[in-house]
């Protein structure tokens, strides 16, 4: 048996809440992951950004994302390189939870899993990744095809 992140409550096969934000709590997301993930992949960039920020990603395109932020007015994005995706940084607290990619008009997401609240280590199948040499249109190619589709703010 699995216990749901944000709730710590039998999910019997159901659905994994799984809660994350910065450190000051002024991002703050819940990620939709049916049916619960027997491991989660968090994939360490080896981009100077990620590995600077300790930038470990997960994401799963048939779940759905919801991100709440306090205060707009403290979270920068940050793009860099082909500069295709957004990095959301808290300028309160510095850390970076949630990067978003538009893709023909559509918004795409992954979640850093060092953000995660309540999720077992255990969970998480930790590898390293390298975009290094990936041409754009084979980037946003992986990132339509890989990353969580459902995204709302609030």
């Given amino acids: 048996m699995t216990y749901a992140c944000a709730l710590n409550t039998p999910t019997n096969g159901h659905a994994m809440l799984i809660a994350g934000s910065c450190h000051c709590g002024n991002i703050t997301f819940t990620l939709d992951w049916a049916p ?4 989660i992949p968090a994939r360490a960039c080896t981009c100077t950004f990620c590995s600077k920020h ?6 799963y395109p048939a779940g759905s994302l919801h991100v709440k932020v306090k205060d707009p007015a403290q979270v920068s994005r940050y793009a860099f390189g082909t500069e295709t995706a957004d990095f959301h940084v808290c300028k309160q607290c510095g850390v970076v939870p949630l990067v978003t990619s538009v893709i023909d008009e559509k918004l795409y997401a992954v979640v850093n899993v060092n953000t995660f609240e309540n999720v077992a280590p255990s969970l998480l199948q930790r590898s390293p990744s ?16 890989n990353w969580i589709a459902d995204v709302t703010f609030a």
Avoid: F, N
């Avoid at 390298?130 to 095809?145: F, M, P």
């Fill in 36 to 39: 619960d993930p027997e491991a």
């Fill in 54 to 59: 300790g930038g470990v990603w997960t994401s």
């Fill in 130 to 145: 390298t975009v290094d040499g990936e041409r754009t249109h084979d980037r946003l190619a992986r990132r339509k095809r």
